[in-house]
């Protein structure tokens, strides 16, 4: 069975920006008795993976056909500094959890970092971590040192900041430099595919209790992830029942549902509103009273259709930054040498 799909919702991924991203995941676990690998390493150019290993396995595989069109020097170098971080962030998960007097169950450490290139030319790095899906510590670019979120990481944060190490340094030098020039070079090569567009389809569906109705609006099949969808009553938004959440479906594309709860003497004059890039203009989409589609033979089957996941889901709430698409960034490719260390290089 493959490794578990991990699903990282960090807060600040959604944020909406136009440029593009490279950003790397690293996962260590605690307990490969619970059935999981003890370390992933997943890459992403925007939201296409582009990357994926796990100890398991010990293979890290291009996913997209366009990324096999790249120096095949690079994989082979990169498959080695995950060997090499693997190790390293084992190291770092056990030291964690000793200060923590933490020896038994399963916990884990994870870092994400990685660029940004936005269309007006400017450039941003982060370099953050989490232990068991919580925030502990990260790297402040301006001083170039990393800073401890909580009390348990000022060891960790000392020990990248020592003058042995000087890991933010050695980090900030690799986001602003390295970092961008592979950024340029993978999204030369994936620009035609992260710049198509995918229009949106929309099912809207009653759903009935005793006491209660609610209205809920599928909005499927659309890429890229971006969207906007609301819900308004004779042209008025009125307030939705839970957060908004953009899920993958297994054909690249995505999905939203988008639910009101709706009065029974109230009913008249609902629609359901999106923008998408791949619009011209506002959809608009109204409910017909009349109109008693089944919500939950609908449901399963979009969820059918649509959706596969597999394995686990390791939820990690962090707060970086990073994004998705655009096509107007100027790519102008250097010529960089493959890296030869990886960012996790400076794990204590």
Known sequence: MEGP??????????????????????????????????????????????????????NEVPIP?????????????????????EAAFKHHLRSVMKRLNQTRGLHYLQHIYGCELRDDGSTRGYSEYAYDGKDFMELDLKKAVYVPVVLAAQLSAQNYNSPEVRAGERNKDYLE????????????????????????????????????????????????????????????EVPLEEAKQVLPNSDGT???????????????GYSCHMDHPSLDQTLTVKWEVKSGS????????ITLALITITGLGIVIQMKCSASEKDPQTNLTPGAPQAPEKSIEEALV
């Open 177 to 236: 430099k390295e970092c961008i020039k592979w950024l340029r070079i993978h999204a030369q090569f994936g620009r035609e595919e992260m710049e198509k567009t995918v229009a949106p389809q929309v099912t809207i569906l009653k759903q009935e209790s005793d006491k209660k109705t609610w209205l809920h609006c599928f909005v499927y099949g659309f890429y890229p992830r971006d969207i906007d969808v609301t819900w308004k009553r004779h042209g008025i």
């Open 65 to 85: 056909e366009w990324i096999k069109k790249e120096d095949g020097g690079y994989w082979d170098r990169d498959r080695k500094i995950s060997k090499d971080t």
């Open 5 to 58: 799909l991990l699903l990282l919702l960090i807060s600040g991924v959604s944020e909406v920006f136009s440029g593009y991203s490279l950003r790397y995941y690293y996962t260590g676990i605690s307990s490969p008795g619970h059935g999981l690998p003890e370390f992933y390493a997943d890459a992403y150019l925007n939201e296409f993976m582009i990357l994926k290993y796990n100890n398991r396995t010990g």
């Open 294 to 301: 089944s919500f939950w033979v609908l449901v399963v089957s």
């Open 254 to 268: 995505y999905q939203i549902r988008v639910t009101v709860e709706v009065a029974a003497e109230d009913r008249e």
